[in-house]
């Protein structure tokens, strides 16, 4: 039922999906679309049950609000061609896009521009080099990939950093703007790879060292933080054999490596008074063992 939805890993990979076939630019569109969607599932699956493809189901419902909202831009620039001002620029082929992949149309265009043989895990990195683009500030990357590759709303990012809800907006506001501006793509070679990589370990490891150590909020760690760290560096592993050059691969597989080894005693860093407790202090019963043998394996590999 309702529980088999994932709300932040389901909301980043419809944005990722729709990212790629409307092309950056509409990006706060995707956002809205995925948003949508969710809505859509919380108000009809608890009473018509999970659909048997439930992420198919979701991608779907997306483009089709997508398109939707494509539509009704295109409208408001016929009607007041000055509203196209405050519009991302319409392109004919995004538009006509969204229409295929929506309607009934050609059954066999619909599943060309579907591309449903791009693996997810592509588009989710392809989104992560895009939120980590040298053009944004430092502290907009992060913001930026928690928003829509980790899935995190705006008030659990400000929360996380200490900020206002209104200031973690703007920045984010700022930041697709930015993105829009330079008419940045989506598609990732190796030579976007090789210029972003510094840009996105960077990203991940403040990332990682938020949860390790919070500097805001009520807790003293933020494990869901430190987990979305580890999860985009698996990520960026999995691909650095078709992107990474021998020192770019070292240097993910060596974060990964200190990652894992510092997650392998979080449940052991708080103390039962709720105070951080120094190595020494630690029960290290509870420091997780698969944890610190993937952070060895990670050691091996960036050494080797």
């Not at 409307?22 to 956002?31: K, N, Q």
Request: proline content about 4%.
């Amino acid at each position: 039922m309702i529980d088999d939805l994932n709300f932040q890993h389901d909301f980043a990979h419809i944005v990722a999906t729709l990212t790629r076939i409307l092309g950056p630019r509409h990006l706060s569109l995707a956002e809205e679309a995925a948003q949508d969607a969710l809505v859509k599932a919380l108000q009809l699956w608890p009473h018509q049950g999970t659909p048997a493809n439930a992420s198919a189901w979701l991608i779907q419902v997306a483009k089709n609000r997508a398109l939707d909202l494509l539509r009704r831009q295109q409208r408001l620039i016929e009607l007041e061609p000055s509203t196209g001002d405050r519009l991302p620029a319409m392109q004919p082929e995004a538009v006509a896009t969204a229409a295929m992949i929506a309607g009934p149309g050609d059954p066999s265009a619909a599943a060309r521009l579907r591309n449903e043989t791009t693996p997810p895990d592509d588009d989710q990195l392809a989104m992560m080099f895009l939120a980590c683009h040298p053009i944004l500030p430092r502290e907009a990357r992060v913001a930026l990939t928690l928003k829509i590759v980790c899935g995190f709303g705006v008030g659990e990012i400000a929360h996380a950093f200490l900020a206002r809800d209104d200031a973690i907006a703007q920045r984010l506001v700022r930041a697709k703007r930015q993105l829009r501006d330079a008419d940045v793509g989506f598609e990732l070679t190796s030579a976007d790879y090789a210029e972003r990589l510094d840009s996105v370990l960077d990203v991940l490891y403040l990332l990682f060292n938020e949860g390790y150590a919070a500097h805001a909020g009520d807790r003293l760690v933020r494990s869901d933080l430190c987990r979305e760290a580890i999860r985009l560096g698996d990520l960026l592993a999995e691909a650095g054999a078709r992107f990474c050059t021998v020192n770019g691969a070292a240097a993910v597989h060596a974060l990964l490596a200190l990652m894992h080894l510092q997650a392998a005693r979080l449940p052991a860093r708080v103390g039962d008074d709720d105070v951080l407790l120094r190595l020494a202090d630690q029960d290290r019963s509870l420091w997780d063992a698969s944890s610190i043998a993937r952070g060895l394996q990670h050691l091996d590999a960036a050494a080797s």
